[in-house]
């Protein structure tokens, strides 16, 4: 079982790429005031484009997704989470029907080793520096802080709001791309199978922080892996409550930090 376990972990490092991209997008994008719920939309669109038209289709898809978010959000108002579900049952309609109707030949796969050490290394370090160590990450946390203050010092709430959702869109683009190129062979219905959801869990866990989206991420992984382990021991564990495992775990980790978390002063508004 152990043995199944260690061999196990470096698939679920893999597998957790889409996720872990989701949560460091989803990270920028609350530091900046607005809770996406949009993200699982976001992410299935990416998978969807990259599908269609390689990893640049797959951002795309994500980018469209981030504009109508962004518009009815940041330029009309609409409240973020009713949006975000509505977006997201959009998403899931309007992919499932294109892909059912289009004839589309298998996209090229891609290689798992040029992705993962870029959402594992690459981004969160680009993201700490930016976050924390420039004018840029300042404003941008300011407005998830104080939006008001942020307005009074004549910086324009907005334009950061836009900046994070487009680092967002992009991530998750990727991760999207990620799950129908690399974890899969194209596009399947619902194929994002609750990763945004989670990925808003883990950037609670992680304390809106990216050592903690890190943590979060590296800990749903390894329930993956776990997964992958009992299924390979076949002890007899019903197959659907394996898959259920990582999610379980998720909801522990969202019991342990209830009520011990301080979101930005902003979130939501």
Known sequence: MLDALLQAI??????????????????VVQRSGI??????????????????????????????????????????????????????????????????????????????????PFAWIIVPLILAVVLWNTTLGLRLRATGENAEAVRAAGVSTALHRWIALAIEAVLAGLGGAHLALVLSSGFAENMT????????????????????????????????????ALQAANKGVPYHLLLAA???????????VAGKVRAPEGLGR
Not at 193 to 213: D, E, K, S, T
Not at 246 to 255: D, E, G, K, Q
């Open 193 to 228: 199978a609750g990763r945004g959801y989670i990925a808003l869990a883990v950037v609670i866990f992680g304390r809106w922080n990216v050592r903690g989206a890190l943590l979060g991420s590296a800990i749903f992984g390894l329930a993956v892996a776990f997964q992958y």
């Open 246 to 256: 990582p999610y379980v775990v998720t909801l522990l980790l969202l019991f342990g």
């Open 35 to 116: 809770i996406n719920l949009g993200l699982e939309g976001m992410l299935l669109a990416g998978a969807f484009g990259a599908a269609l038209g390689g990893v640049a289709g797959g951002i795309a898809g994500a980018v469209i997704v981030a504009l109508i978010f962004g518009w009815l959000v940041i330029v009309l108002g609409a409240d973020q989470i009713v949006t975000g579900t509505a977006i997201n049952l959009l998403v899931l309609g309007i992919t499932g029907f294109a892909w059912r109707e289009l004839s589309v030949a298998q996209p090229p796969r891609l290689a798992s080793d040029l992705i993962t």
């Open 10 to 27: 470096p698939l679920a490092v893999v597998a957790s790429v889409p996720l872990l991209l989701a949560v460091q997008g989803e990270l």
